[in-house]
């Protein structure tokens, strides 16, 4: 079965640290882009950071030099590594795969493109 399952301890303090892993499975991950969206209450969803097969890397504006995505391929997992976390990142946080070894670009507003994704996981930051 395709799914892909989203972890993480979710609340942190501002200034604070979290890591996100996306467990992959049932499909060929590692010829696929694979990225992380978020989604706040009444807001829509927003490309944060993606990942294609070259190990090219894109970033939000609102989170370069904070957020770092990586993979490991052999644990079929992606993760997120959140820096200096802001109140305004508290978000429901998603990975998804987009089905092309290239991510598209710009990752803003392209959460349509994404064929599979996962149940998310909550991220709160206090302040």
């Known amino acids: 079965q395709v799914h892909m399952v989203e972890s993480g301890v979710g609340s942190v303090q501002a200034g604070g640290s979290l890591r996100l892993s996306c467990a992959a499975s049932?499909?060929?991950?590692?010829?696929?882009?694979m990225a992380w969206f978020r989604q706040a209450p009444g807001q829509e969803r927003e490309g944060v950071a993606a990942l294609d097969v070259d190990g090219n890397t894109t970033y939000a504006d609102s989170v370069k030099g904070r957020f770092t995505i990586s993979k490991d391929n052999a644990k079929a997992t992606l993760y997120l590594q959140m820096n200096s976390l802001k109140p305004e990142d508290t978000a429901m946080y998603y990975c998804?795969?987009?089905?092309?070894?290239?991510?598209?670009?710009?990752?803003?507003?392209?959460?349509?493109?994404?064929?599979?994704w996962g149940q998310g996981t909550q991220v709160t930051v206090s302040s």
């Open positions: 049932g499909y060929a991950h590692q010829y696929y882009c």
């Open positions: 998804a795969t987009y089905f092309r070894r290239l991510c598209p670009s710009p990752l803003t507003k392209r959460a349509g493109d994404f064929g599979l």
